[in-house]
């Protein structure tokens, strides 16, 4: 029997930070509206392409797994922002680390880590691959309408990684569940893409726009019922469960999931203050700061569970 076990992570944001306090300056927002509503005080903004926040991210994670990237047998990149359409960015974090392996990009939105790590097991446990480097990786303030304060406040620029890798020891991935609910497909998107009439520069819209309650009772209810499925899936409760590591798009949206399923508020971890909402790249990224915090340990359980356009939504139950 192989495992499949995260052995390496690291992530990239990039330096460049703007407040609460900064948007305040060019839209009508402030700090008082934004803070309680969504526990954001700040975000990253990148100046580099996706790619290239996913490719910093991967090298850290190869060498925290102490592997070369020759070694790898797949890259599997998590993204809605990527940098071209064709290329997949996958194939320009292989060439930036010097990788040999099939490689491709997968877009879930926010729950793309997840639907990349889920992968990632799968192709593991078939004996498919041993070694996989999994990224989920965001440049969203590029399709940020700026002069728009509802989307304006709530996004990010980051990447994470991860090293799964086969092994003996029984651990890493026990289970995940992944879901798509069409019926809520328009209540947040993007409509750049060949839908688009290119002649019409009026049609000419890739901001993103949703429908922010919306999402937010369908984010806790497809969060909560996954993860119940994938505990079921792996005969645990929620008593087995030592850290939550959900998706961070609104921290009353992690209080209110974790709340409902009776869980400690203690065991969620939740880094949004400091990222804001960078769709598939803020699970890997809230997993590397609760390793430097040393907060995970051997053996813990995890819960990691994730929301998206689509509607996506996926939950893992991963052993440290
Ligand atoms: N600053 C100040 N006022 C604002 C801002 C802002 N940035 N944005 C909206 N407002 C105003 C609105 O115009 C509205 O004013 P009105 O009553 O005069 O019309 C008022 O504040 C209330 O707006 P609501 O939309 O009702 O605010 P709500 O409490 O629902 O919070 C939020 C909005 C934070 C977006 C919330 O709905 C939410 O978190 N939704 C889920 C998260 C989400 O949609 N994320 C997008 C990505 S999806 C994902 O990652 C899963």
New binding site residues.
């Given amino acids: 029997m192989q495992y499949a076990t995260i052995t390496g992570w690291g992530k990239c944001v990039p330096p460049a930070i703007l407040t609460n306090h900064d948007l305040e300056t060019f839209i ?3 700090d008082e ?2 803070k309680p ?2 526990g954001i005080s700040q975000r990253h903004i990148s100046h580099v392409n996706t790619s290239e926040l996913a490719s910093v991210a991967a090298k850290h994670a190869l060498a925290a797994a102490g592997i070369e990237a020759n070694e790898l047998d797949m890259i599997i990149l998590a993204t809605a922002t990527a940098d071209t359409l064709i290329p997949n960015i996958a194939s320009t974090v292989q060439a930036n680390i010097g990788a040999h392996c099939p490689a491709f990009d997968i877009n879930a939105a ?1 729950s793309g880590f997840l639907y990349a790590l889920g992968l990632a097991d799968s192709q593991i446990k078939s004996g498919q691959s041993k070694k996989i480097l999994v990224v989920g990786a965001e440049r969203l303030s590029f399709f940020i309408d700026w002069s728009k ?2 989307t304006a ?2 996004f990010g620029d980051g990447a994470g990684a991860v090293i799964v890798e086969a092994t003996d020891t029984p651990g890493g991935v026990l289970g995940y569940e992944l879901n798509n609910d069409p019926t809520g497909r328009d209540i ?1 998107k993007s409509t750049f893409g060949t839908g688009m009439n290119k002649f019409d520069p009026d049609s000419l819209n890739f901001f993103i726009e ?1 429908n ?2 919306e ?2 009772k369908r ?1 806790v209810a497809g969060m909560g019922k996954l993860s119940t499925k994938v505990l079921e899936k792996c005969n645990m409760s929620k008593d087995d469960i030592d850290w939550v590591i959900p ?1 961070q ?2 921290e ?2 992690i209080d209110t999931l974790i709340h409902r399923m009776k869980i400690p508020k203690e065991k969620a971890i939740v880094n949004i203050a400091n990222y804001g ?1 960078t ?1 598939a790249a803020t699970i890997p990224i809230t997993i590397c700061d609760a390793l430097e915090q040393g907060k995970i340990k051997p053996n813990q359980i995890i819960l990691s569970c994730a ?2 356009a689509g509607l996506t939504s996926a939950a893992a139950l991963i052993q440290w």
């Fill in positions: 009508e927002t402030s509206w934004i509503r969504t926010c304060r509802d406040v709530l947040l949703f922010g309650q999402i937010f984010a998706h798009a609104n009353r949206i909402n769709s929301f998206g």
